[in-house]
């Protein structure tokens, strides 16, 4: 079992919907939790930090529960600029364990 | 100011070679790590440097692989006898001190293929 779980998708949908990934993590010492977006043959590039209070940034919102070990992500309002690899990441004194990522296409 | 750079781009070798794959964080920064990244898969953490030392090396798949960061800045991931199996995307990544949450910023990777 990977240390982070992510569903790889694809995600496939409309302009304008929600659309909610789910990240489950085993390390109960993980200290941080971030969400990254990777576009194809690019570089990853943080998209936010999750915290347990929940955080949003447009139409962006983090989730983290840490209890149940798990980070969610929901994108609302979805925009074709949106396609790209989700990556789910905890980060434990340094070291930073990435999921797969889950995959979504927008489309018009 | 300038990103993570990190050279070459593309890297073609034959097996049993070395390479050596240069990573130029973004300059004050702290911490330097590497990741190697397969098609379909996330980042898979190498090593990571505090300064000139290396704080966990725990992700390097065997002997072949080493690191080093003398002067703090500039850090060489190095691939002795490489293997077929050693192709993937290099990515290197920076942050300001490596100490809690903090963002990390990702150079574009060195594409290597063992031919």
Same mark, same amino acid.
């Given at each position: 079992?990977?240390?982070?779980?992510?569903?790889?998708?694809?995600?496939?949908?409309?302009?304008?919907?929600?659309?909610?990934?789910?990240?489950?993590?085993?390390?109960?010492?993980?200290?941080?939790?971030?969400?990254?977006?990777?576009?194809?043959?690019?570089?990853?590039?943080?998209?936010?930090?999750?915290?347990?209070?929940?955080?949003?940034?447009?139409?962006?919102?983090?989730?983290?529960?840490?209890?149940?070990?798990?980070?969610?992500?929901?994108?609302?309002?979805?925009?074709?600029?949106?396609?790209?690899?989700?990556?789910?990441?905890?980060?434990?004194?340094?070291?930073?364990?990435?999921?797969?990522?889950?995959?979504?296409?927008?489309?018009? | 100011?300038?990103?993570?750079?990190?050279?070459?781009?593309?890297?073609?070798?034959?097996?049993?070679?070395?390479?050596?794959?240069?990573?130029? !964080?973004?300059?004050?920064?702290?911490? +330097?790590?590497?990741? =190697?990244?397969?098609? #379909?898969?996330?980042?898979?953490? *190498?090593?990571?440097?505090?300064?000139?030392?290396?704080?966990?090396?725990?992700?390097?798949?065997?002997?072949?692989?080493?690191?080093?960061? !003398?002067?703090?800045?500039?850090?060489? +991931?190095?691939?002795? =006898?490489?293997?077929? #199996?050693?192709?993937?995307?290099? *990515?290197?990544?920076?942050?300001?001190?490596?100490?809690?949450?903090?963002?990390?910023?990702?150079?574009?990777?060195?594409?290597?293929?063992?031919?």
């Amino acid at each position: 079992r990977k240390e982070v779980e992510q569903d790889p998708g694809p995600f496939n949908v409309p302009e304008g919907a929600t659309v909610a990934f789910n990240c489950t993590y085993s390390n109960s010492a993980s200290q941080s939790f971030f969400w990254y977006r990777q576009d194809c043959r690019k570089e990853p590039k943080l998209l936010m930090s999750v915290y347990s209070s929940g955080n949003e940034d447009g139409r962006f919102t983090a989730q983290l529960n840490r209890a149940s070990q798990y980070i969610s992500l929901l994108i609302r309002d979805s925009k074709l600029s949106d396609s790209a690899t989700y990556l789910c990441v905890n980060t434990n004194a340094g070291k930073s364990t990435f999921g797969d990522g889950t995959t979504l296409t927008v489309k018009p | 100011g300038a990103g993570v750079s990190q050279t070459p781009s593309n890297k073609v070798t034959e097996k049993g070679k070395y390479v050596e794959l240069r990573c130029d !964080p973004i300059s004050g920064h702290t911490a +330097l790590y590497w990741y =190697r990244q397969s098609l #379909g898969q996330g980042p898979e953490f *190498l090593i990571y440097f505090q300064g000139t030392g290396a704080a966990d090396d725990s992700g390097l798949p065997n002997d072949r692989f080493f690191a080093v960061r !003398p002067e703090g800045s500039v850090s060489t +991931l190095k691939i002795q =006898r490489t293997e077929r #199996g050693d192709s993937a995307v290099y *990515l290197c990544a920076s942050s300001a001190s490596g100490f809690g949450g903090e963002t990390q910023y990702f150079g574009p990777g060195t594409r290597l293929l063992v031919l």
